[in-house]
């Protein structure tokens, strides 16, 4: 059991990731019910969501300059703790590139593709939750591999998707427009693989 000083990096995380979920979960609700009009509101909200998440980065970074003693190497935590709010902005960039492109609809497959993303940032925050059992890793390192596959599937999405997307429209613009979306939707994807990689390096240095 992690002492309360140490808690407060494992709970941070856990906090974060939860913010990465809060976001995602909005961007489904935000592409399944899309309004073109209302897409300066659901910036704003989004927005909120990564605020929210940055200021625990800052607390994390805060907390590190101080510590004399930390559960996990320093530099260890600093890495995560950036993977994990780069994934939280990686949802919002997506929701950005709706309103840069003045997007008027959504295809079906952005709405299936943010779904796996949220998929993807509920198995982070679920990973993050057994991150303070990082000595006795078995369940971790599973979980890692769980959400590692998982960005694997959404690799194979993204292809499948951005094939699709000349044959749903027949504007190059629109084109050009669907395919950057889906580039900033497997980044996204990505940074989740990112946060999976970091942790499996804290199982290696402390195992």
């Not at 709010?85 to 309103?99: H, K, M, N, P, S």
């Not at 960005?151 to 669907?178: G, H, K, N, T």
Request: charged content about 30%; hydrophobic content about 40%.
């Amino acid at each position: 059991m992690a002492s309360k000083a140490d808690r407060f990096y494992f709970e941070t995380f856990i906090a974060a990731a939860e913010d990465s979920c809060r976001a995602a979960n909005f961007l489904v609700e935000c592409l399944t019910h899309y309004e073109p009009e209302a897409i300066g509101v659901m910036l704003q909200k989004m927005h909120d969501y990564e605020h929210a998440a940055d200021k625990k980065k800052h607390e994390m970074s805060t907390a590190l300059a101080k510590a004399f003693v930390t559960p996990i190497d320093r530099e260890d935590l600093a890495e995560l703790s950036q993977n994990i709010d780069e994934v939280t902005d990686g949802v919002e960039e997506i929701l950005q590139r709706f309103y840069v492109h003045r997007m008027p609809r959504v295809l079906p497959h952005a709405v299936e593709f943010a779904e796996k993303l949220a998929g993807c940032c509920a198995m982070m925050r679920d990973m993050l939750k057994e991150l303070e059992n990082f000595k006795k890793p078995e369940k971790l390192l599973k979980l890692s591999v769980d959400l590692n596959q998982a960005e694997e599937e959404c690799d194979r999405f993204y292809l499948e998707a951005a094939r699709a997307v000349p044959s749903q429209c027949s504007e190059i613009l629109e084109i050009i427009a669907w395919r950057e979306i889906y580039d900033y939707m497997e980044d996204c994807a990505d940074a989740c693989e990112h946060v999976a990689d970091s942790v499996a390096t804290v199982v290696m240095k402390n195992t």
